[in-house]
Structures are given as structure tokens and as C-alpha cells.
């Protein structure tokens, strides 16, 4: 049939330019002409379909979506394209299969790329979304998602690159299936980091940047949290890197999650002073609490609460709210230099032994 519709068209197309028959660069420049409207319509028909069944996304997003796929879809169609032009231009039963296969390879080359792709796309929406979350440990699970998926994909891809190049996937997944059973033995702390950090990010006891306690020996600002292992940075600068197994089996205090911060001091006013002077500083205590600006209201407590060998302790304790490490240790300190001047203007003497927590 190919060789009676050669023979139908007119005489000057059977002419040759540099040995090739007019008809067949014609062919080919009206082929490419077609792959270059398919392509068109693909990107354009996909833009449409995100546009209608994500009406509410923004349009740079589903335009950015779109753009993403242009060089997927081109190499795609340039596939196709190899595998119809040995046909068309009829070329020989052993060049067609050639092509044929090469646009197999093509084809599926360009299927892992545009998943890729759309990966990306995915993961870029989820990060904007994370953006717009109080806590941060969002915007750290993005990124290891991102990761996961493009690992999945590129071994589903793999696969089938190899299934297009004749190779025998099933012998060669039984025998990694073999040798996964002998890593997975290998690997189980790893493993069993992995899973810490699925519970780390389900259960969210944390967050970058909150000051925890792990255990009765490691505190620290968590920095960030990763697949394995979880960075904190410690009050002397230092970062720990602890596997996120242990943080799942421990008891994690989340001192960055407190609503208040606890003050409590206990004065040891020396002995000898009169019961006028202990209420003086008792009322000054309680006005240089009150007037602290981020007192929690109804927390103070100021009383003559213990006499022992060496002093009279007098029991300071109130809660506030501040919001970091620092302003916590500046309203301390606020506080201790303040009781300090109330003791000196009742004329007490602090002596003996100071406890606070």
C-alpha cells in the first residue's frame, strides 16, 4: 500500500534534494509541524484540566504547573515522532523496529521526568501551604516529602526503563528482594530512625525552634529535624545530633510549648530583723510584682513562709509570659536585683543560704 501511494504523487516530488526524495522532506517538515501543534494542545488541554478541577488555586501556580511540563511533553511527542517517521517515510522493516524501540526508551524517559515534575509542582504547593502554618515543623517534613517522592518515582522509573530496553525486571526484583531482606537486617537502627521521625512528624511534640529537654541530660533549641536524626543546639553553642529513635522513646520536655514561665525564690532575711520590717519588704515584693508588665494576673505570691537556723525565708513566686529564652532571663534578673533594693529599703540584711528555681 505505501508503495501505490508513492506512486500516486506527482513526478517532480519523486525528485531528490541532496539524495532525499522531495515527498519525504515534505513529510517530514509537515510531521514536525503536527508534533509542534500536538504539543500545543497537550500543554494547553492539561492547563485547562488544572484550571477546572483547581478553580481555587491561583493561576500562577496552575501556569507555573504548566510550564514545568513543557519539556516532558515536547521530549514525549518527539518520541512519538521517531516512531512514525521510519513508517511514513518507509524506511526499512529493521530501521523501523530501531525506532520503534528508541522511542520506547524515549517515551519512558520522558513519563519519569514529567513525574518528576509533577513532583516538584506537588511539593511546591505544599510548601506554600506550610508557609502559611504557626508551626515550622512543616515547612522541615517538605522537603524529606519531596525527597521520598522522587526516590519512589525514580525507581518506578528505572523499572521501566529497563522493562523498554528488554531487560527481565522480575529476576532482577527477586534478587534485590533477596538482598533487601540482608540490608533491611543491616540496617535496622536506621530503620528504626525512620519510623522515629514519622512519629516526630504525626505526633508533633515539637517544633523548630522550641527549647526541649530530652531525657534528664540533653537540652537544647531544636534546629532541625531530619529523617534519622534531629539537630538541637545546646545553651554552650554546641549542636547535638541525636537519632530520632531515641527521641521517640524518650520523655521530651517541650520547655519552648510553656503558656508561663514560673519564677520562685526563696529570701533569707538574717535573723534580728523586726516583724514591721519582714511586712515592708512583704508589701514592696508584692508592688514590684504587680507592676511587672507580663505578670500572669493572680500569680503572685509574697510570704514570710519558713524560719529556720539562719534566716527567715521569705517565698517569692509568680508566673509571666515572655516570649524567648533571653526575655525570660532579663525578667529573672529584673526580678532578683528588684527584691534585692526592697530587702535594702526595709533595712534587711539577706544572709544565709539562697534557693530559687
Not at 10 to 29: E, F, K, M, N, S
Not at 115 to 137: F, K, M, N, S
Not at 329 to 337: A, E, K
Amino acid at each position: 500500500m505505501l508503495v501505490s501511494w508513492e506512486s500516486s504523487l506527482p513526478p517532480a516530488l519523486h525528485d531528490r534534494v541532496l539524495g532525499i526524495p522531495i515527498w519525504q522532506i515534505a513529510a517530514t517538515l509537515a510531521l514536525l509541524v503536527v508534533a509542534a501543534i500536538v504539543r500545543k494542545l497537550v500543554l494547553w488541554s492539561f492547563g485547562s484540566y488544572l484550571r477546572g478541577a483547581f478553580a481555587k488555586l491561583r493561576v500562577d501556580w496552575i501556569d507555573g504547573a504548566v510550564r514545568r511540563c513543557r519539556a516532558p511533553v515536547a521530549l514525549a511527542i518527539t518520541a512519538g515522532l521517531i516512531a512514525v517517521l521510519p513508517i511514513v517515510l518507509g524506511g526499512s522493516e529493521r530501521t523501523t523496529a530501531f525506532a520503534i524501540h528508541a522511542s520506547h526508551v524515549l517515551l519512558s524517559l520522558a513519563m519519569l521526568w514529567l513525574a518528576i515534575r509533577l513532583v516538584d509542582v506537588l511539593c511546591d504547593g505544599l510548601a506554600r501551604q506550610a508557609e502559611r502554618t504557626a508551626t515550622r515543623l512543616d515547612d522541615q517534613l517538605v522537603p524529606m516529602l519531596r525527597r521520598v517522592l522522587r526516590a519512589t518515582v525514580i525507581v518506578f522509573g528505572v523499572v521501566l526503563l529497563l522493562q523498554s530496553l528488554g531487560v527481565n525486571v522480575g529476576s532482577l526484583i527477586a534478587g534485590l528482594g533477596i538482598g533487601g531482606i540482608a540490608i533491611a537486617l543491616a540496617a535496622k537502627d536506621t530503620i528504626a530512625n525512620l519510623f522515629g521521625s514519622f512519629l516526630i512528624f504525626s505526633g508533633k511534640p515539637f517544633q523548630i525552634g522550641d527549647l526541649i529537654k530530652i531525657g534528664t541530660d540533653i537540652e537544647g533549641t531544636v534546629e532541625e529535624v531530619g529523617f534519622r536524626t534531629t539537630r538541637v543546639r545546646t545553651a554552650a553553642t554546641s549542636v547535638l545530633t541525636i537519632p530520632n529513635a531515641k527521641i521517640a522513646d524518650a520523655v521530651v520536655d517541650n520547655l519552648g510549648a510553656r503558656q508561663f514561665r514560673r519564677f520562685r525564690l526563696i529570701v533569707p532575711i538574717a535573723h534580728g530583723a523586726t516583724g514591721a520590717a519582714i511586712e515592708r519588704l512583704l508589701s514592696r515584693s508584692r508592688t514590684l510584682l504587680q507592676e511587672l508588665p507580663v505578670l500572669r494576673p493572680d500569680s503572685a505570691l509574697v510570704e514570710a513562709t519558713n524560719v529556720t537556723l539562719d534566716a527567715v525565708e521569705v517565698l517569692v513566686e509568680c508566673q509571666f509570659v515572655v516570649p524567648d529564652y533571653a526575655t525570660e532571663q532579663r525578667t529573672r534578673t529584673q526580678l532578683v536585683l528588684g527584691l534585692l533594693q526592697a530587702a535594702s529599703d526595709a533595712g534587711l540584711t539577706v544572709g544565709g543560704a539562697t534557693r530559687r528555681s
